[in-house]
């Protein structure tokens, strides 16, 4: 009887919705983007159908900085899914634009994260078509 090695699992993707689609469209591209509205000129996140400040339906996709600080953060020591290897941190991050997105951190250990550490966004290309943003410390 021989043992076969079951294939690693996969990443779940994301869930692709008409509101958010511009955002993984320009991540696969290694871009960060979100929503602004033409209107007021507020930048929108998580992607909505009308602006929360002027209710305008007018929106656009905007190239962001992607540079950040971490508002918040935790640690994974034991993995919920197979497909992600413990130790792990997810990050909340501040981003210049004025939104907040949540991610994962890469290159830092979990003792060097802390509250106002900056960061800036990279891009990890997991399989296929996913890309997934990640952020860094900035030296």
Known sequence: MTMESSPAPSVPAPPLIWENTGFWEAVKLHQLVFQRCKNCGKWLHPPRPSCPSC??????????????KVHSWVTY?????PAFR?????VLVDLEEGVRL???IVDAHPDEISIGMPVEITFEDIAGDLTLPRFRKVA
Do not use: D, F
């Open 86 to 90: 413990a130790p792990y941190s997810v």
């Open 77 to 81: 020591r034991e993995s919920p899914h």
């Open 55 to 68: 209710r305008s339906l007018e929106k656009e996709w905007a190239l962001s900085a992607g540079r950040g």
């Open 102 to 104: 949540v991610s994962n």
